[in-house]
């Protein structure tokens, strides 16, 4: 007798912000939406992904919450500065001007753990981004400047994707870094 396909969730960690951060980003989206067209990312849906791991077998998320539990996790500050676009995806994205010091390390110390544990993640050179709007449509020139936005990172999450035909839905499955 064959036996059941293992399932699996669509996995990735992420800086999540506070619901008056998001906000403060999604200020950003009507004067972009105005430009570029495309379809706006739902304000509780912001976030700027730390590492991609796409299907995940359910057997291992126990490892995976250990991965992320030996990750050194120090607060910082993450300031979007700037608006811009990709075409190869049609994204139109919130951007720091540099990657700060404290994500760089986050990343890299994820990354490692991830690898330590056997997890296999996208590590394409890191981008932190926000996508703010998708299926949007742009040239090389530069978007208008926008009032910058603070995020404080107060810790990581574990988040599942469950998107649908109507978009992407994120849950977030664990916090990790943060003080009790
Ligand atoms: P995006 O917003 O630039 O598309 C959930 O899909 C999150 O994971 C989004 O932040 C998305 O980035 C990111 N993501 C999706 N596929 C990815 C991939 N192959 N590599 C890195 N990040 C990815």
Same mark, same amino acid.
């Given at each position: 007798?064959?036996?059941?396909?293992?399932?699996?969730?669509?996995?990735?960690?992420?800086?999540?912000?506070?619901?008056?951060?998001?906000?403060?980003?999604?200020?950003?989206?009507? /004067?972009?939406?105005? =430009?570029? @067209?495309?379809?706006?990312?739902?304000? #509780?849906?912001?976030?700027?992904?730390?590492?991609?791991?796409?299907?995940?077998?359910?057997?291992?998320?126990? !490892?995976?919450?250990? !991965?992320?539990?030996?990750?050194?996790?120090?607060?910082?500050?993450?300031?979007?500065?700037?608006?811009?676009?990709?075409?190869?995806?049609? +994204?139109?994205?919130?951007?720091? #001007? *540099? +990657?700060? /010091? *404290?994500? &760089?390390? %986050?990343?890299?110390?994820?990354?490692?753990? %991830?690898? *330590?544990?056997?997890? =296999?993640?996208?590590?394409? /050179?890191?981008?932190?981004?926000?996508? %703010?709007? =998708?299926?949007?449509?742009?040239? #090389?020139?530069?978007?208008?400047?926008?009032?910058?936005?603070?995020?404080?990172?107060? #810790?990581?999450?574990?988040?599942?994707?469950?998107?649908?035909?109507? &978009?992407?839905?994120?849950?977030? %499955?664990?916090?990790?870094? @943060?003080? !009790?």
């Amino acid at each position: 007798m064959e036996s059941a396909p293992e399932k699996s969730r669509r996995l990735f960690f992420a800086q999540w912000p506070t619901a008056a951060e998001s906000e403060a980003l999604a200020c950003w989206q009507a /004067p972009l939406l105005q =430009r570029c @067209g495309g379809k706006v990312m739902q304000t #509780d849906t912001l976030h700027c992904t730390l590492a991609f791991l796409g299907e995940v077998a359910e057997h291992r998320l126990e !490892a995976l919450r250990l !991965a992320a539990q030996e990750v050194a996790f120090r607060p910082f500050g993450l300031t979007w500065r700037g608006a811009h676009y990709w075409g190869h995806n049609h +994204i139109v994205y919130a951007a720091p #001007d *540099a +990657i700060p /010091p *404290a994500l &760089g390390a %986050l990343v890299a110390a994820l990354q490692d753990s %991830l690898r *330590a544990h056997r997890f =296999r993640f996208e590590d394409r /050179p890191y981008k932190p981004h926000v996508t %703010l709007l =998708r299926h949007a449509s742009w040239t #090389d020139a530069p978007l208008p400047s926008m009032p910058a936005v603070h995020w404080q990172a107060r #810790d990581f999450v574990l988040v599942q994707s469950l998107g649908d035909a109507h &978009g992407a839905r994120y849950e977030v %499955l664990c916090r990790f870094g @943060g003080r !009790a």
